[in-house]
Structure formats: structure tokens, C-alpha cells
């Protein structure tokens, strides 16, 4: 196996990525519809999760309300009547977003798979990396990194290696999240040429494409690519290329920056793709990586040291006992950890890790809700559920919410295996596997966003994850999900053949690991279950790769399920379960598909507050 150290000194420099999308983009998502109604023997009381791709609708997203940014709102300007109009529409536009971001401290996600040519299964990923932080977009070079541990900052030391000084002077110190902007201090026409191109659609937005070049000696780490600039506020919505030139020490990646327009006037940068190698016969050099890089997290409150010390937090605990009495030692307990479970809940989603309550919690509710009626659990407590934006694959409960990780939930072939993933956690609530009441102390809330890791934890010691999965087992057995536990285990031995490799996938941040050296733990008993895990069959799938199924709105958060029609496998070169792959969201003008109820929502100038 290549070393990480290897790639970088060898891969990063010469190839050049304009315009070649990758055809992987079209697969990202193609897979059964998660939530599959039960068994036609199913109890009648079970419900089938709401298909992803049907959303009731009510259920239809609309456009969060998004506050209005800091900046003053882009002034209107008569349309332009010369592509010499255009660029300049585009690089003031540039400035303002800029200028308008400053003060944002978004939370920057990049997962990296290194590559490794199967003769079966083409690139396949042999090693992965996992970088957290947050970033701050002002003038001051700031990234605060979630992840503390030092094999991962080593690594990333080497990962930035010698580019790591040049961002210092002109970049922000983001390692793959740079290609945030074209040019934060000098996109203008005295460093870079622009070449129209022509018109073409991204997603419902019309675009005009322009080449840009840096002019001769305009200095090195400029911009060297294409950029698309939609045709009605133009702004750029998308960047695609490298910086040019490298100096002796210095690599650039090949990156693919997409934004979308989730403030009124602004495109904000959202996901960004990178990917180096070159798999074709004759090549002697055979290292790559392909790596997605995703932002979120904009509307965060800043957090800095003192804001947070002098945050003092004041819990409301709304007594509803029926009763006007005292509450009696159980009651006493249960208030206690439900106090424990909404300050984590809620330090966590101010943190940036977990979603707001929403559409992707009602498909876990409901798939919680199908293995409760059929055990006929009464809990004290409803279960809830949220989402962890991370890609992690991992699951936790603290009180009665269950998390569940973007990541994992993205990789679940069907739903027999998130109900599965789900019933392990429910199982610990049952069992009555209570951690975390110690944060219904609030000074155990009081700590810098990066320092969550840190402070909070939910792991249970061996006895109580083994009763778990012994108890998960059951609980499924008695459910609709019974007769489709095949699933579940094959995407168990999926996991099993590339665990080895993807360590950093399989790293647990907050809850227990699914795996252990490389081995499935979690459910093992379910691994041997199903027919064997077999490439060559097309339609079998799995294991799903990453962004499939869940979204998140850059902004607030919200996560939502993706909206994709299947396409078809036809190699299985196509299946690349737990694999990295280009983005290619479909790109809308904020509120284009807002519900025809949405202007209430507007109107209701919800959003004077903060
Ligand atoms: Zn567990």
C-alpha cells in the first residue's frame, strides 16, 4: 500500500481537470428509496416511512427564512448589455460575497479517500482521511479544528505541506476547503483574464461560462480554470480548475466549487470535489485521492472564547407533571436526564453538528415507531431522533433522542438496515442504558464549539453494547423489517470488506464504533445472514456511496432527503459503496420552489430576530 506521504509529493502537480466531470456524479444516488413500506405480513399498526421521494406537501422545504446578511444588499443594476458589463457585475459580486461572509464562521467538513486501482472494481479507495473545523471568514486567518487527536493533525501538516505557507499569505488556512473563493484579495482585470465562453444550464439556472487565466505575472496561486455565472444577479455559482502557478514546493488540487443561493442575492460556496490521479495504462505514477469537501453551518453564532464565557445559559425545564406536586424520586430522575438530554441536544446543534428538528427525522420517527408498536414498548418518554451532519459512520443516544450520522444514514442501502442501525440505540433506551445525565449540569455546557469532542461523549462500556445488540436483534425479529434482515446483513459484510480501509469513515467522534481492528461489531450477529457479498451481481447493492440520501442546507442546516431518480447500475464499477464521488447538486434561484404558502412564512418577518 502507497504511503499518504508518497501522494503528496508526487500527484499533485500537472493534471488538469476543466470541464471533464466525471460520469460517477450521475450514481450518486441510485439505490432503492430508503424507506420501503413493511412486509405485506407486516402488524397492521407499523407504518412505512414516507418515501423520500414522495414528501407530503407540507412536507416541501421551503427556503428557510434566511436573515438578511450583514452587508448591505446588492444595489440593482440595469442589466448588462456587453459581456465587458458582465465581468464586471461578477468580480464586484465576488467582492461583496466576500464582504458580506466576513464574518461568518462556518463549519468545514472534508472527507478524502486515497485511491488504488482494482482490476475489477477500478479506483477504489486503499486509505481515508477526516478533517473538521471551523472556519473563519473574516480577514483574520483563523481555523479552529474539531478533532484533536495528533495522528490527524500530523497528517494534516503533511497534507498541507508546502502550500500550507502560501495560504497563509493569500488563502485562508483551509486545507481542502480553499478553493472557497477564485481569489479572495484580487479578482479583478489587472491580475486575470476572462473568456466567454458560452451559455449553459446548471440545474434550473441559466449560466454564462468564462474562462480565467492569470495574466503574466500577476504572481503565483492564482486562479486557473472556468467559472459559471448565473444570468440573472450574476454571481458565481460555480468554480472549476486549480491555482497556477505552483512554485518547487508548492501542489495545488484540482477542485470543483459549487454555491447555492440560500441568502437573497448571495451564492454561497457549499460543496466542494477535488480529485488527482490518473489510472490509464502507461502511467507509472498511480496515486490519487478524490475528496469531498462540505460547508455548512453559516448561520452559526461566532463562537468565540468569551462570547461563550459569558454565555451563561438558563435552562427553561417546563414542569408538565399532571399533577401540582412534588415530583417523586422516579419523576425526579427522568426530569433530571430529560434536562441532561435537551442541553446536548441543544449544545450540539449550536455547535453545528446536529440538525434542527425536520424532514429526515420524520422517516426515523417513523421507522423508530415501527419497531416500538410491533414490542409494543411504552416509553415514559416519546423517542426522538436528529441527524449528525458529519459523515462519520455513527449512532448515539443520550436520554431518548436517538443521533444518527449524515454519513451513515447516506450509506444504508434500504430501510430494513436503518431500522437496524436504529434499533441498537432504541435498544439502549429500552435497556435503560442512560448516559449523559452529567450534562443536566449547565456548566458542562460551557465550552468552545471545537472543544464538543472534547467535552461530550456517549460511549458505553462492552456489557452494555453487547445487551444492546442482543436486545436490537429481538426487537427487529418481532418487526416489519423481519423478513429483510438479509439486507442488513449483506451490508454488514460490505462494511466488513473495506473497514480496513476506511478507518477515518469508521472513527467515532461521540457514540460506540460499528467496528472494531477492522472487524463489524456492532449487530455481528445479523453479518452472517443474507447470500454472499458478490460484485458481479448487479442488483445487489449493498452498500450505498456517500451524499446519496441526505442533504443539508447550508445555511440553517435543516437536513432534508435528496430527490434523486434511481439510474442504473450497469457495471459494477457503478455500485462504489462508502465511496467518495463528484457533487452535482441541482442548482435553484433561492425560493424558486417554495411552496405557494411560502410569502406567509415571509410575511410573517420571522426573521427580524436572530
Ligand atoms: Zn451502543
Redesign the pocket.
Known sequence: MRTWNSVLTVVLLGMFLIGSMSAAAQQAADSQPLAQPPAPDAAQTAQPAAPAAQPAPSAQPAPAPAPQPAAEPVPATPAPTTMDQVVNLFIQHEHDLVKMLSNRTPVVETYLQNLTSDAQLGPVPSEDRYFLGRMDMGEIVDRKDYLKDEESKSMQTRLLGGFEKLYKVQYQPLGFSWMVYADRTDFDREHYDFRYVRREFLGEVRCLVFDVTPKKNSGRGRFLGRIWVEDQGFNIVRLNGTYYPATRNTYFFHMDSWRLNLVPGYWVPAYIYSEEGDFSAGVKNKLAFKAQTRIWGYDLKKGTKDDELTQIRVDSVKDDSPTAQDASPLQAERVWQQQAEDNVVERLTEAGLLAPEGDVDHILQTVVNNLEVTNNIDLPRPVRTRVLLTAPLET?SVGNTIVISRGLIDVLPDEASLAAVLS??LA?IVLGHNLGSQYAFNDRMLFSDDATYQNLGFK?IPE??QA?DKKALDLLKNSPYAQKLDNVGLFLKALQARASQLSALLTTHL??PLTQGGQVTRLSALSTQGPALDNNKLDQIAALPLGGRVKVNPWDDKAEMVKTSPVAITSARDKMPFEVTPFFPRLTRYGANAPAAAPATTASNSNGGN
Request: glycine residues 10%.
Open positions: 448515539f441498537h440505540e439502549h458505553h452494555e453494547e444492546a457514540g460506540n
